[in-house]
């Protein structure tokens, strides 16, 4: 049996801090075909400190804090409007949580699907929380991430609910560097965990 594609409209920060961007990013997420829709839960002095470098060369910010702020963050709780606007328009909403507070806005929004930066992969906290608040799959990217770190992810969250993404940090990624191989290496990663006797040994 042939499982569903799904396609997640991913908009990170795009939406500038604008609940009426972020509105009408659902329609066209909706209208494209997508099936999900991805945003970013953060605070910039939670996530960078003052003196940090930039993540990318584009921009006119001149540290990665500065470059979050210019970006625009929307109050944590103000995306349950986009929430239900997705589940009007049967999209999935999925969160990136940056930090524990954003965790528990999101544990509060039923259907709220939980993605996990490739960067939070060491974040033993945060991955904890995660999985401590949601019964639904997680989504985890893996693109700027150890072998190491991916084993101790798989044991902190579980096996039978993460959804591992073979993910490259070149946006858009040229074909020459997909590496589509790389889903292979990550099933058999993955599949040599002994789950039941490693979760959390690391705490």
């Keep these: 049996m042939t499982e569903p594609v799904h396609v997640i409209a ?11 961007q972020a509105h009408a990013q659902v329609d066209a997420a909706k209208a494209a075909g997508a099936t999900a829709y991805k945003t970013q839960l953060l605070t910039p002095e939670l996530i960078a400190t003052a003196d940090a470098g930039r993540y990318w060369t584009h921009g006119k910010a001149k540290t990665q804090r500065q470059s979050f702020e210019a970006s625009g963050v929307v109050p944590y709780t103000a995306w349950s409007e986009i929430v239900d606007h997705c589940g009007r328009s049967d999209l999935d909403f999925i969160a990136s949580p940056f930090d524990l507070y954003a965790v528990e806005i999101l544990a509060q929004w039923p259907g709220v699907m939980f993605k996990i930066a490739s960067g939070d992969l060491t974040n033993v906290p945060l991955l904890r929380a995660v999985a401590d608040a949601t019964d ?15 084993l101790r992810a798989a044991c902190e969250l579980g096996s039978s609910k993460v959804i591992w993404l073979a993910c490259t940090l070149i946006y858009p990624t040229p074909l020459h560097c997909a590496e589509l191989e790389r889903i292979r290496t990550l099933t058999h990663l993955i599949g040599q965990s002994n789950w039941s006797q490693n979760a959390r040994q690391f705490g």
């Design 10 to 20: 991913e908009f990170g920060q795009t939406c500038k801090g604008d609940l009426e």
């Design 136 to 150: 639904r799959p997680i989504v985890v990217s893996t693109g700027g991430a150890t072998e190491t770190e991916i």
